[in-house]
């Protein structure tokens, strides 16, 4: 919770899965302050998420963690969420398949039988 439920954590780790490792790349992509930035950066370090390398003397490179990237599902969940429940009108960002141009739509379905899940439909064992 702490990632998704603070606005700028959720910023920074929203840039680092778009592609930002410098603290500039985050400057740049959030807007946020360099004693605010500094302070997430460490946090999400703290809690695993992120991880630096130093290069170049005392600057950092910021790398997602492997439970980092088992987030993206989740981050893009949230994302439709808001989408659909917290905006009047047009959402304010469109995500988009690389490869096809087409917006992003998510849909969860069933591994097996590819049939779209519903709530009324699973069992919790």
């Not at 500094?38 to 998420?49: D, F, K, N, P, S």
């Not at 989740?74 to 659909?84: K, P």
């Not at 960002?93 to 690389?98: A, D, E, P, S, V």
Request: contains cysteine; hydrophobic residues 40%; glycine residues 8%.
């Amino acid at each position: 919770m702490r990632v998704y439920g603070d606005r700028w954590n959720s910023s920074v780790m929203a840039a680092a899965l778009q592609g930002a490792r410098t603290f500039t790349d985050f400057s740049e992509a959030t807007g946020i302050g360099a004693g605010p930035l500094t302070r997430r950066l460490q946090e999400l370090q703290a809690v695993g998420l992120l991880r630096s390398r130093a290069y170049a003397g005392s600057r950092s490179e910021y790398r997602l963690t492997s439970a980092a990237v088992a987030m993206f599902p989740i981050t893009l969940e949230i994302i439709r969420w808001g989408d659909r429940w917290l905006w009047q009108g047009q959402p304010p960002m469109t995500i988009r398949h690389l490869r096809c141009g087409q917006a992003f739509r998510l849909r969860w379905q069933c591994a097996h039988c590819q049939q779209a899940l519903e709530r009324s439909k699973l069992r919790f064992d």
